[in-house]
């Protein structure tokens, strides 16, 4: 059973421009949320889908949005990025063990 | 609101000694607990959790913790070290005000010496 793929793996932006990042859950799996993990701040909640509807959002600007598809995969975007969006973005799927994490995107800001 | 806390920024350790990773908690109502490992560029692996009955919860890696509701304690322990357990630990809570939001501890730097 194939786990939580999260693409890409690095990216490397500008500041102001815009970043799309995916996440694939496990098969049948609709819960999806996303956290940002910087050294400064840790680890934050960003949101969370189920069934392409949002259920919660954390406290992040509203250039951080999200959307969840039929197969319930996710993507993320940033817009107008800041050096301070430079972190590891997370994606977790709620499974009846618990959650599962992909491996990340690490997105660097320049 | 839910929240845990890593009193300890890094934990040394002999290989072969016992370890234990603290956390403790602040929550309404029962908490489910979690506690995930991190290694270096890579997302976090699962390790075990505490959502009701057996106060010792068993995981994996040869991990287990021990719930304790009058210390609100959630203390991560194993038995015998490997230099292989060095990495970053994470002690979390579901918050249920917030669907299935996860609120994280800062992190505990685990280094096991040889």
């Known amino acids: 059973k194939a786990g939580v793929t999260q693409t890409p793996r690095y990216l490397i932006k500008t500041r102001g421009q815009q970043v799309t990042l995916s996440c694939s859950p496990i098969s049948g799996h609709r819960s999806v949320s996303w956290y940002q993990q910087t050294p400064g701040q840790g680890l934050q909640f960003l949101f969370e889908y189920f069934s392409e509807t949002q259920r919660n959002k954390g406290n992040f600007p509203g250039r951080f949005s999200g959307r969840q598809f039929s197969n319930s995969r996710s993507e993320m975007n940033v817009s107008t990025l800041e050096l301070g969006d430079s972190a590891l973005y997370l994606c977790a799927n709620l499974t009846g063990a618990g959650y599962t994490f992909g491996s990340g995107t690490r997105l660097t800001v320049v | 609101a839910q929240s845990v806390a890593q009193p300890e920024d890094q934990v040394n350790v002999a290989e072969g000694n016992p370890l234990t990773v603290k956390c403790t908690y602040s929550v309404s109502g029962n908490p489910y607990l979690f506690w995930y490992v991190q290694y270096p560029n890579r997302g976090l692996q699962f390790l075990l959790k505490?959502?009701?009955?057996?106060?010792l919860v068993k995981g994996s890696y040869g991990f287990e913790a021990e719930f304790n509701k009058s210390q609100t304690s959630f203390h991560l322990k194993k038995p015998s070290a490997l230099v292989s357990d060095s990495a970053l630990y994470f002690c979390?809570?579901?918050?249920?005000?917030?669907?299935?939001?996860?609120?994280f501890g800062a992190g505990t730097i685990l280094r096991v010496k040889s």
């Open positions: 979390a809570v579901r918050d249920r005000e917030y669907g299935n939001k996860l609120v």
């Open positions: 505490y959502i009701t009955g057996d106060n």
